[in-house]
Structure formats: structure tokens, C-alpha cells
């Protein structure tokens, strides 16, 4: 196919689906394609979509790799719409091209990187990390080098990173920090490639060796992942409130519930835009180049001044007026400098529309100066807003690992399509009939509820475990059933994976537990398991002495208590048990809380990860 094009042009597809290619996993997914006619204000009908897809996806695995793109690229040439398309996915200035012969693609095939995201990240993570005397022998980092790529090399940045996103998900203590030699650099790294995908990240193509050589484009896809992670993790109703705020005439607090942190941002925006008198933005590219709606927008978020602990902070507006869109831009990015809030982009990344950077500076300035004020009307029943339990998060960081397409904001919303829970059928080895029997979305705005039933039917016939579980039961939300299904294909999965190790032997919670005690006891060690709901486990012991066992060594046992533990001592034992067995290269999704209250679920994927861990021992 791609021998049809010039090399010129197959350079110019190739860095397209790069940007068409949101989540990196060399794979464009209906989704994605249909968020990119979306932004070029291409407004096709859902079955248009769907034909276009159908019609390139030679292989029918419901993905369109690189080559049915090049087809689809071609094609679009002829007609009248190509204009529009390639628009939107055009080259911009900063994008470098460079040789690269990983898994991720076939041998000899260039790789694109940005260099607007390379500048916008490294300042990002010098301000982060200014203070951290960690990462005092590779910051400050010079934003128009490569320094970057190579600073991430010994894996400590990253785990920062990590733990700036989510707060503890990695125990300090368990983090290489001097000496580093290769081995211990690799532990680093697997430390926190593993820690990154149990917060969601989805790195199922990037490896240690990958990060060591600082290959830009992996670099910068697994940065970009853990940043965002952070940015958003604020912008969600149960943790903040006064999002309630943006609610319509009509709307509940379950509908703002169900849109995604990117809705909510958008909607935000117009929130204050509306009330500065200035036009709605329908999204964060080609709306604000003109940099007009982000001077309303920090004329609005800025303090007044009415707040005790709250100086007023007047933001000019003159440069509004300004006939340069570049000069505007950056008398812009003066009045946000102003806020503290001048991160992520450069004027020509406002001026060019770069989606992803304009995304990360509003959610920015959304956790810094929201602006809201939490409604205190009585019609809302802010009953709903539980938050996310562990388990739930869990389960959704699992998903969200793996790829699946779209990202998994709400469990429970999410998954009333079934799509998601398709994309989980094919990891756990079910056959999918993607062509012929799932309806897929955008939906049709009369019978989309019907179209989603339908799916979830069929999910019912497929050769897996639905007792007791109906297709109107997921579509409804029902938390129980739905956590029930997404428990079953998460322990098949992690099943699936020793299965594989054992050459196809079958694997249950027995054969786990014989094979942990049968470890221990050739190691010497003196702890046991007698099952996953054994009290004894709330310790840890049994865990360390098992990647002890596994990686003789490995574990630090000065520094774990052993006797009249409290549960501050269990909670500290399980945090270093969970991150040491992340180091030494086990990708356990469990949290340290499971461990101390022995959730035995949860507990049954640590001794099964750390059992496939054990398997691969040369």
C-alpha cells in the first residue's frame, strides 16, 4: 500500500496517524478516528464513519493499523473533503523524525516526535521537581535539547512523576537512588513502567530498555500519560464539588457525572466565558488560536480579592486588542505568568491549535484557580457523589492499561455500551464478532439505547461467565453485577498470563498457593499462606518473603516491621511490599490497602503476578 505514495508523502501519513493515534499503542481505534472528523468539522453521520471503517479494516481486528490508514488517506485525496482532513492532522513546525527499530513498529520505520511537547514537559517537570534532591543530577533540564531523553534514562524522574500524579503509589524507600549500576537503573525502570500502569497508564509496547535509550517518542507518550493523570485527577465531581456548578437547566448531577474530564474543562471554560459576555469555544485547538477567549477566561479566574487568604490580581487586557496573533498570544501568556499559571505552552502552541498542550494549560489553570462556588440548592442530591472506592479504581486503572478505546473515565458509565468490555473479551483470548454483530458507536440519536442493549446481549452469548447477569443490568449501572463481570474477566486474564508461562497448563487459587508455600519453603523462608483470605497476610511478610524468594536480595528487611504490628505498620509493610514487587518486575494492579485487609481478590492477582514473576526466572 505504502509503495503508492511518494516517501514525501508517506512521511506526511506517517506523522497524521501519530497525532490521530491519542493513547500510542500503534493503533487507531473507531474512537479516535471519529474525534478527528470531529476536529476537522467533518460532521459525518455515525454509519458514514462506520462504512469508512469497515471498508479499510483489511483484517478485520476492529483496528486500523498504519498501512489501512495510507489506504484511507489515498482515498480521501480524491474527493472534496480531502482539504478539510488533512487539515486537521497536517504537519507543524517542530515535529523531528528520527530512525527507530522497536516492537512498535517494523524495522528501519522513522518515528516523529514533538518538540513543542519536549519544551512544554521538561519545563513542567523542572518546576515539579525543582526542590527534590533526587533529581538534583539531572535537573534543571534545557528545554531545546535532548537532555530530557536522557534524564528519564535511571528511572527516578519517572517515578516522581509518578508520585506527583498520584500521591504514594510508589514507597520512596523502594527507589535506587546512588550507585546506580545497570541492574540497579533496569529496577528503577521497572519500578516504574509497572507503578505507571497500575494508575492507568497504558504501556504495553514500552519496555525498560526502551526508556533507558531514551527513545523520544515512547518517552514522551508514557510522560504525557502520567502528566495528564495528574492534571485531571482534581476534575471530577466527587472530588470537587463546586463543579456543580456547571450544571444546565435540566440537568442532574448524574449527567455531569458522566462527562469526561476534557467535557468538563470545555464546559468550565464556557462557564466563565458566558459570564464575561464572550462567545462559547466548542473546543481548545483551532477555537483559541486567536488567544481572545483565554483573556476573558483569566480575567474571570483571576482572585478579586474578596477571599482573606487571597490577594487581587488584576490581569491586562490590553494585548486583547493586539492585531498579531503571536503578539497576542504571548501578552496573554503574560497575564497568565501573572497567575503563576504559564505552563505547557509558547505562543505558537496557541497560535498553531496543539490540542494536547492547550488541554494540559487549561486543566492548569482550572487546578489552580477554578473559580467555582458550590451551588447550595436544594434540588441537588448530592447523595450521588460517593467517589470512586478503591476496587472501582482498581478495576478501571486495569482497564485503561490495557488500551482499551475510549479511556474509562466512570466505571459504570462506561462500560453500558459494552464496547469496553469487548476489548476485554479479546484480552482474555474470546472471539469477538466486531463486523457482524456489535453495534458500534457514535449511535444514532433515536434507538441508541436500544443499540447498546443489543451489544450487551450479545456479550451474553459469548463463551464466558454472565450468570445472574443481564445486559439491562450493566446498561443501568448496576455497581454490584457490573463489578461481578469486571472482576471475572480480570482474574482470567491474570489466569490467562500463568497459563501461557505453564505452556497451557490450567491454573487455579490451589495451584497459586501451592506454588507460593513450595517457594517460600526452598528459600528458606518461614512464612505461609494456607489461602487468599489468610489473616496472616495483612503483614505483608508472606509478600516480601516471596520477592525475596523470587529475587533473592532484593528486600530491605531493616526497614519492615516483623512484631505487634499496628495498622500503621501493616499499611507502611504493604506499600513497600507492593512497590518491591513492581521493582523486581511483577505488574500488580493491587493497592497496600488490600494487602493490610486482606481483600482476598485482590490479594489472589499479587501471589499471581508475582507467581507468572517467578515463572520467567532463567
Request: charged share 25%.
Amino acid at each position: 500500500m505504502a509503495g503508492k505514495t511518494t516517501g514525501e508523502e508517506l512521511e506526511e501519513i506517517r506523522e497524521a496517524f501519530r497525532k490521530v493515534d491519542l493513547n500510542n499503542d500503534g493503533y487507531i481505534c473507531h474512537y479516535e478516528l471519529h474525534k478527528l472528523f470531529e476536529e476537522a468539522n467533518l460532521h459525518l453521520p455515525g454509519y458514514k464513519v462506520r462504512e469508512m471503517i469497515q471498508k479499510i479494516d483489511c483484517n478485520k481486528d476492529n483496528k486500523i493499523s498504519f498501512d489501512e490508514f495510507v489506504t484511507m488517506f489515498q482515498d480521501l485525496k480524491s474527493k472534496e473533503i480531502a482539504k478539510t482532513f488533512r487539515k486537521a492532522i497536517n504537519k507543524k513546525e517542530g515535529i523531528l523524525a528520527f530512525g527507530g527499530t522497536s516492537e512498535l513498529s517494523c524495522e528501519g520505520t522513522q518515528h516523529s516526535f514533538s518538540e513543542e511537547e519536549r519544551f512544554a514537559f521538561v519545563n513542567w517537570i523542572n518546576t515539579a521537581l525543582e526542590k527534590d534532591p533526587d533529581c538534583a543530577h539531572v535537573l534543571p533540564m534545557d528545554p531545546n535539547t535532548d537532555t530530557l531523553f536522557r534524564a528519564v534514562g535511571d528511572g527516578i524522574v519517572l517515578c516522581k512523576m509518578i508520585n506527583l500524579s498520584v500521591p504514594d503509589t510508589i514507597d520512596e524507600r523502594t527507589i535506587n537512588k546512588k550507585n546506580l549500576s545497570l541492574f540497579k537503573t533496569q529496577e528503577n525502570l521497572n519500578l516504574a513502567l509497572n507503578s505507571a500502569s497500575a494508575i492507568g497508564c497504558h504501556v504495553v509496547n514500552i519496555g525498560a530498555l526502551d526508556l533507558q535509550e531514551g527513545k523520544p517518542h515512547l518517552v514522551l507518550g508514557l510522560l504525557w500519560q502520567i502528566i495528564k493523570i495528574g492534571l485531571f485527577a482534581d476534575i471530577e465531581l466527587s472530588r470537587n464539588e463546586a463543579l456543580a456548578a456547571l450544571l444546565r437547566d435540566g440537568e442532574t448531577l448524574e449527567d455531569l457525572m458522566k462527562l469526561s474530564p476534557e467535557e468538563l474543562l470545555l464546559r468550565w471554560a464556557n462557564f466563565h466565558l458566558k459570564n464575561a459576555g464572550y462567545q462559547e469555544i466548542k473546543n481548545f485547538s483551532s477555537d483559541i488560536k486567536d488567544s481572545k477567549a483565554y483573556f476573558h477566561l483569566l480575567n474571570q479566574i483571576a482572585p478579586k480579592g474578596t477571599e482573606d487568604d487571597q490577594p487581587r490580581i488584576v490581569i491586562n487586557m490590553a494585548g486583547f486588542n493586539e492585531p498579531d496573533d503571536m503578539k497576542r498570544a504571548e501578552a496573554m501568556l503574560q497575564q497568565a505568568d501573572v497567575l503563576g499559571c504559564r505552563q505547557f505552552v509558547t505562543p505558537a502552541d496557541v497560535v498553531s491549535g496543539n490540542s494536547k498542550l492547550n488541554l494540559a494549560f487549561v486543566a492548569n489553570l482550572f487546578n489552580k484557580y477554578p473559580a467555582l462556588i458550590k451551588p447550595e440548592s436544594e434540588d441537588i442530591d448530592w447523595g450521588l457523589l460517593e467517589g470512586e472506592t478503591r476496587e472501582e479504581r482498581t478495576f478501571r486503572n486495569w482497564m485503561n492499561s490495557l488500551g482499551v478505546c475510549p479511556t474509562v473515565n466512570h466505571l459504570y458509565d462506561d462500560l453500558c455500551d459494552a464496547m469496553v468490555i469487548f476489548q476485554l473479551y479479546e484480552k482474555i483470548k474470546v472471539c469477538v464478532d466486531w463486523n457482524n454483530k456489535v453495534n458500534k458507536p457514535p449511535y444514532p440519536k433515536l434507538g441508541a439505547n436500544m443499540k447498546k442493549l443489543e451489544n450487551l446481549e450479545l456479550g451474553k452469548s459469548a463463551k464466558f461467565s454472565l450468570v445472574g447477569i443481564g445486559g439491562q443490568d450493566l446498561n443501568d449501572g448496576n455497581a454490584t453485577l457490573t463489578l461481578a463481570l469486571v472482576w471475572q474477566l480480570m482474574r482470567r486474564y491474570t489466569l490467562n498470563v500463568l497459563e501461557d508461562l505453564g505452556d497451557g497448563q490450567k491454573v487455579n487459587d490451589d495451584i497459586i498457593v501451592k506454588w507460593v508455600n513450595k517457594t517460600l519453603l526452598e528459600a528458606g523462608k518461614k512464612t505461609k499462606i494456607s489461602s487468599f483470605k489468610d489473616r496472616e497476610i495483612s503483614s505483608s511478610l508472606a509478600v516480601v518473603d516471596l520477592i525475596d524468594a523470587i529475587q533473592p536480595g532484593s528486600i530491605s528487611y531493616d526497614v519492615l516491621k516483623t512484631s505487634s504490628l499496628s495498622e500503621d505498620d501493616k499499611l507502611e509493610n504493604a506499600k513497600y511490599a507492593i512497590s518491591m514487587a513492581r521493582k523486581i518486575g511483577a505488574r500488580v494492579y493491587a493497592l497496600p490497602e488490600d494487602l493490610v485487609e486482606v481483600k482476598h481478590k485482590m490479594v489472589m492477582t499479587v501471589f499471581a503476578c508475582l507467581m507468572g514473576r517467578g515463572m520467567k526466572r532463567v
